[in-house]
């Protein structure tokens, strides 16, 4: 049986079973929607909580990977750091061994020197012991001779500035002599010898210059 009712604004008369129908297909329609919306938003969800992981995931190796740089840097300076401190123990020993040497050379660094000067002491001591029997001008030629080849091996040399220049470096004036047949300001006499070692003054010479006398 249709019931009827009246609308208030234009009382037409409305079929109730009709409006019933629309109301239902209204809400089925609505329900659909809702649950489509509802099943987009859920996989949504899903997706979002897949990149999550992947993020997650991400970041947990990324910090494996520094921890293992890390690691690795370590072992690094830890292996520096060792070879610094052996390098640092060997210069040491180079040094101290470098002085040591230095400090035998400054103190048995003229032991040859020494060993051949003996020499020169024992044959000073034989012409003394025998004087009376050797003739003692001859073994003290023997020697000086002796003495200069000496001087000689170990780069001594006895100066022979007669008849040369003055050399400042060389030479020290100790008196003027008059210019008997040599030219006035160079040497003429030697007071005492001078002597170089390896080309290097280690006595100068004392030496007369020659001068011009009034007479001449």
């Known amino acids: 049986m249709a019931v009827r009712f009246l609308s208030l604004r234009g009382k037409k008369s409305i ?9 239902n297909n209204s809400s089925s329609s609505h329900i659909g929607f809702f649950s489509t919306a509802a099943e987009q938003r859920s996989r949504g969800d899903d997706c979002h909580n897949d990149d999550g992981d992947d993020d997650r995931n991400h970041s947990v190796t990324h910090v494996r990977m520094l921890e293992m740089r890390a690691h690795k840097l370590e072992q690094q300076v830890q292996d520096l750091t060792e070879r ?12 101290r061994r ?10 048995f660094g003229i032991q040859s020197f020494c060993r051949d000067l ?3 002491a024992d044959l000073l001591e034989q012409t003394t012991e025998g004087a ?12 000086q001779g ?15 500035p007669v008849g040369s220049t003055y050399d400042p470096y060389d ?17 003429a006499v030697v007071k005492q010898d001078g002597y170089k070692l390896h080309g290097r003054t280690i006595r100068h010479a004392h030496v007369g210059i020659a001068v011009k006398t009034q007479e001449s």
């Open 15 to 23: 079929d109730v079973r009709r409006l019933s129908l629309g109301l």
């Open 84 to 95: 610094y401190k052996r390098a640092l123990a060997d210069s040491d020993n180079v040094r």
């Open 98 to 107: 470098t002085q040591k040497f230095v400090e035998d050379a400054k103190l």
């Open 118 to 120: 003996v020499e020169v």
């Open 132 to 143: 009376e029997t050797v003739n003692l001008t001859q073994s003290l030629a023997q020697i």
């Open 146 to 160: 002796r003495l200069q080849e000496v001087f000689t091996k170990h780069g001594l040399e006895k100066m022979s």
């Open 171 to 187: 030479h020290e004036i100790v008196c003027h002599t008059p210019a008997d047949g040599v030219e006035p300001g160079i040497i």
